[in-house]
């Protein structure tokens, strides 16, 4: 398949392109039936000629490109609607009835808050033509009215404000929240990638428009992209506020599966600068060796990393409630356990050759010892909660 990106360069565009190249390449093995044989890639910049070529010969048409933020007005009916057109009728001309997806807009509703918008007067007139196009030549047309957009790659002050607030945040800035109030509609861009995917491949879901809402309905004249969120200007600024405080806490926030906050994390980390990615530890050392904590989670406890030096022993305690994981990454250990109040005691011999998980058992006392002459322990643990110094239910005895 041959597939032309009109706006290939921008936040959607890029995106999308990379995801085809991934398919392209053999990267991406998910969608075994979708072959892409070639990309055309089309921007502003490009030559014209590039886009009669293009649309002579691809089989699916993904027209992204268009006009946010003009010093201009005007250039919003020459970039959205007036490309449209140029587009659809070198379509037409080469006589290639393939698929068009259009990128359009909910400001393309004009209703509400969106009524008298420039750029949604001009998306609304593309969304016509290309409705006209369909009915005139029998193409299949698929008109996508998107909401906001974040992600990587999108461009602060321009794509939404969730890229204005990460860009910031992440550098130290102020931001400015105007109306904490206001409720957003925002949709993750690898969630609209995917939907784009699936209508490559012949899968969309359809809807109809009452007012500025999208309702599901398969026989509706548009497309939707499912799994939009929908969250206040104030708590997407604090949201993301809490994200630079890992490298003062250590405590990654819960980021549920498919949550907003997850995707709002990822979409903040691509944003730090490079100086900001990394971040010192505080280790704890004596003679024994070292014992630094490495990440803190508010639901499953947290990771820490324990070096101990030739033939010393550590631990000697129990646990309450609390239970961990020790898997040693490099060197040569014993670990003892014994439930408190009894004799026996269990030995497990651990190396980094070898690597397995041990779990220290509520009500066990453990230690672990480093058996080499000269090569320090190396211990990645795990605690299923916080050390919490106010409670930290942890009692010396000898195993």
Known sequence: MKVLITGA?????????????????????????????????????????????????????????????????????????????????????AGNRCPVMLSSSVQATLVGRYAGSPYGESKAEAERLAFDYALNTGARVLVYRLPNLFGKWSRPDYNSVVATFCYRLARGLPITVNDPAAELELLYIDDLVAVLLDALEGRVSRCRYEGAAAVPDAEGDFCYAPGAHRARLGEIAETIRSFTLLPETFTVPPLPEGSFEKKLYSTFLSFLPA?????????????????????KTDACGQFSVNVIKPGITKGQHWHDSKWELFIVVSGEGLIRQRCVGGKDVFEYRVSGSTPTAVRMLPGYTHSITNLSDSEPLITLMWANEKFDPAHPDTFFEPV
Request: glycine content about 8%.
């Open 275 to 295: 100086q900001n990615a990394a971040y010192p530890l505080c280790v704890h050392a004596d003679e024994r060796g070292s014992f630094t904590e490495l990440l």
């Open 9 to 93: 360069r921008g936040f959607l565009g890029r995106n999308l392109t990379e995801a085809l190249n991934n398919i392209k390449d053999g990267k991406n093995r998910t969608r075994p039936g979708l072959k892409i044989d070639r990309l055309y890639l089309y921007d502003a910049d490009c030559a014209p000629e590039e886009l009669e070529t293009a649309c002579r010969d691809c089989d699916f048409v993904f027209h992204l490109a268009g006009v946010n933020r003009p010093k201009d007005p005007a250039a919003f009916r020459t970039g959205n609607a007036g490309f449209t057109g140029e587009l659809l009728s070198l379509l037409k001309q």
